[in-house]
């Protein structure tokens, strides 16, 4: 079963603005991570937040986890066509499994 | 660097046909390793994962089975296909120490007729 559940499913927005994606999961973590998935292509991975962490940046990406509430988001500042991709969060509880959500389409236009 | 390697990119079988998907990672010793398989429009679902020669986890009760003959490959093989195996199947790597992040290859877009 899904552990996370992304909000929302999709999102248009025009080049410039900023996208802001939300996951939420059930379950303790020990830390959640981003992918990225290109259309008809493999996951690559953004970044990790452990859940000590309540926030990480890396680039133009920033990440929140709020671990009372079971929640993460990830936005992307001044967002470019080239960031039009399926966005996944993943959490990871005591083993090495990932767990994944059911992904954010986000689509940039020009 | 290290990097992994999946085929083929795309497959058409037949029902009740037998199945083999390669994956292989090169750079890197000793990795966990796993299948699994995305629905049109959904998230990644965990099939197998190994942490060794020899050594596979199944996640679910399907048709499917891995293996792992060597430490860098892993294959996902059926002896007879269905139409529920339909699918997008992407192999993955990650360190062995735990909580590190995955590596995807480019994944296999399967289609049963």
């Known amino acids: 079963s899904q552990q996370g559940e992304e909000d929302p499913q999709a999102l248009s927005i025009q080049e410039g603005e900023n996208a802001t994606m939300n996951c939420s999961y059930k379950t303790s973590i020990n830390n959640l991570q981003w992918y990225r998935q290109n259309s008809g292509r493999g996951l690559v991975h953004l970044i990790l937040i452990r859940s000590n962490e309540r926030e990480k940046h890396s680039g133009r990406l920033r990440v929140t986890l709020d671990t009372s509430k079971k929640s993460s988001s990830l936005l992307i500042t001044a967002s470019r066509a080239a960031d039009t991709a399926s966005y996944f969060c993943a959490t990871t509880g005591t083993a090495s499994k990932l767990t994944f959500g059911t992904g954010t389409r986000l689509q940039v236009t020009l | 660097s290290q990097t992994i390697h999946q085929w083929p990119a795309t497959l058409v079988q037949p029902v009740g046909s037998p199945l083999s998907l390669e994956c292989t990672v090169e750079?890197?010793?000793?990795?966990?390793l796993y299948w699994y398989r995305q629905a049109a429009g959904r998230g990644l679902q965990l099939l197998f994962y190994s942490v060794g020669i020899g050594q596979i986890s199944s996640e679910v009760p399907q048709n499917l089975s891995a293996s792992r003959p060597q430490d860098r490959q892993f294959i996902l093989s059926s002896k007879k296909l269905l139409l529920s195996d339909s699918g997008f199947y992407l192999c993955a790597w990650s360190g062995l120490r735990g909580n590190q992040p995955q590596h995807f290859g480019d994944g296999t877009r399967l289609s049963i007729l």
């Open positions: 750079g890197t010793s000793n990795p966990n």
